[in-house]
Each structure stands twice: as C-alpha cells, then as structure tokens.
C-alpha cells in the first residue's frame, strides 16, 4: 500500500519538476531578449495608438449586454425542460411543467418590457433640458 503511494508522490514530483524545470527555466534560456522601445509599446491591432486608454463607455451598453445574457440564460435553462417535455405530459406533469415554463417566460417578458419602458434599449436617447420639464419636474 505505501509503495501506491510512493508511486503517485514520485510522478506528482516528476510532473512538478518538469513544469518549473522545463517549462519556464528552458522557456526562459530559449525565448529572446532583445526588448526595444517599439516592442514595450501598447499593441492596438497594428494601429499606433491615439490617446489615453482610460475612457468612459455609455452605460447603455452595458445594460443592453446585460439583458442579452439574461436571454442567453433564459434559452439554455428552457431547453432541458423543452426536450423532455414530451415525458413529462407521458407522466401526466405537462400541466405542471407548462405552467412552469409559463411563469418563467413571462416573468422575464415583464422584465423586458420594463427595460424597453425605461428606454434603455434605445441607442440613442433623447436629451431632456430642463426647457422640457414642466412644473411638476416630469418630462413634457
């Protein structure tokens, strides 16, 4: 039993060995050193890059990436369910599962029906000046 063992610590050394041996000390010996200003610049896909890197993005895309996923999710929690769906009537739970999926779907219309109220899957968005508002503070 312990020569098992000693069989697995010996390959576990082995393997450890060879990543920090060969791996990165050969990599290290072979790889060329020749750094030069050109080289330590920023990479922009062959382009000379313009400006700072630190720049704000539009919320707007983020929140319309964010809705994306959950539609993306929505499609790959639904399918199990959809491809079995066939058993579950078999079994006498379609009802159940129907209504299941039901009340997934529609939950998630209702969420997307609030993002589209609120405009946030509008690219452009229509500025409001304060000219716009009534008296109350609300949009004309």
């Known amino acids: 039993m312990a020569f ?6 010996v390959f576990a050394l082995i393997s450890v060995f060879f990543v920090f041996a060969f791996l ?10 020749a750094p030069t200003k ?6 922009e896909c062959g382009e000379k890059p313009i400006g700072t890197a630190w720049f704000n993005f ?22 199990p369910v959809v491809l079995v769906f066939k058993k579950f009537v078999k079994n006498g739970g379609g009802g159940v599962a129907f209504f299941e999926i039901l009340a997934f779907v529609l939950i998630l219309a209702v969420g997307l029906a609030w993002v ?12 409001v000046t304060p000219a716009d508002r009534d008296a109350s503070g609300r949009n004309a």
């Open 24 to 33: 990165l000390g050969l990599g290290w010996l072979v790889r060329p050193k």
């Open 4 to 9: 098992d063992f000693a069989n697995v610590l």
């Open 58 to 79: 539009n919320p707007r895309f983020y929140i319309v990436a964010l809705v994306f996923v959950i539609f993306e999710v929505e499609i790959a929690l639904m399918l």
């Open 116 to 127: 589209w109220a609120k405009g946030d899957l509008d690219w452009i968005k229509k500025l």
């Open 38 to 43: 050109q080289k330590s610049e920023v990479y």
